[in-house]
């Protein structure tokens, strides 16, 4: 009985070890479905992700494309044309344009106003005289006398202008050619040519002009050609008018 007992035993604990060991060797098995279908699922998304790459690659080319061919299409740009640097006008040009486009209408008549000035000289007594043709210079008219005292004048008042102000005399502290001639005066141009003892030599007006300009006005001296130059040895030689010339006089 008891070897019977043993027996039965046996053979349950035997069955008990096979039926536990399938399951452990089957089991994979069982899980093996779940599996491939979550390599399936990664599989497609790797296509997906790869096509809609692929989607995109092919949208940017046709941009490049376009953009390309808008630029061939396109007229070539032609460079700007290059203008010469304008040169700047003179401040005073020297001609008898200079005073068309720097100042009003009325300047000069506003200077005068401002500044005294001689009368320019009445030269109508040249119409009196010898006018038949072939005259070189004796054919004048009312024009003319016209032109000749509005083109004296004005270069005269331009010298006025330039004298009474600092600024276009380039002076450095301010200092103008008033500041010790009011309106011309004391300037003696009816002596001139005469020694000055400031330069050491006989002198031209401009001379003295110029040692006045470095000194007093600490100013840069001015060429004979300089129309600023020109303008106020005209304003200068105008306030002497009416004087008798005593050239060399102190």
């Known amino acids: 009985m008891k070897y019977s007992t043993f027996v039965l035993a046996g053979v349950v604990l035997f069955t008990a070890v096979c039926v536990t060991s399938a399951q452990w060797r089957f089991a994979p098995a069982r899980r093996m479905p779940a599996a491939v279908q979550d390599v399936k699922e990664a599989v497609e998304t790797v296509k997906e992700n790869a096509a809609a790459a692929a989607d995109v690659k092919t949208a940017v080319k046709d941009e490049i494309k376009k953009v390309v061919k808008a630029e061939e299409a396109a007229p070539a740009e032609t460079p700007a044309e290059t203008k010469p640097e304008a040169k700047p006008e003179p401040a005073f040009p020297g001609t008898n344009d200079q005073w068309k486009d720097s100042l009003d209408a009325d300047w000069a008549a506003k200077e005068a106003a401002a500044h005294k000035v001689p009368e320019h000289f009445n030269n109508r007594s040249v119409l009196r005289g010898d006018q038949r043709e072939g005259h070189a ?9 016209r032109l000749w ?7 005269v008042m331009e010298g006025s202008r330039i004298f009474h102000s600092a600024e276009l ?4 502290n301010g200092v103008s050619c008033d500041m010790c001639h009011p309106d011309g005066e004391g300037t003696h141009a009816e002596t001139y040519p005469k020694y000055q003892v400031q330069l050491g030599r006989a002198a031209l007006l401009r001379d003295m002009m110029n040692w006045c300009l470095q000194n007093p006005c600490r100013a840069e001296p001015m060429s004979g050609d300089d129309p600023r130059m020109r303008a106020m040895e005209a304003y200068i030689q105008a306030t002497a008018s009416g004087k008798p010339m005593k050239y060399g006089k102190h």
């Not at 005399?169 to 450095?172: A, E, K, N, Q």
């Open 137 to 145: 210079y004796g054919r004048y008219t009312e024009a003319d006398l």
């Open 149 to 155: 005292e509005a083109e004296t004048t004005r270069l």
């Open 169 to 172: 005399l380039g002076s450095t």
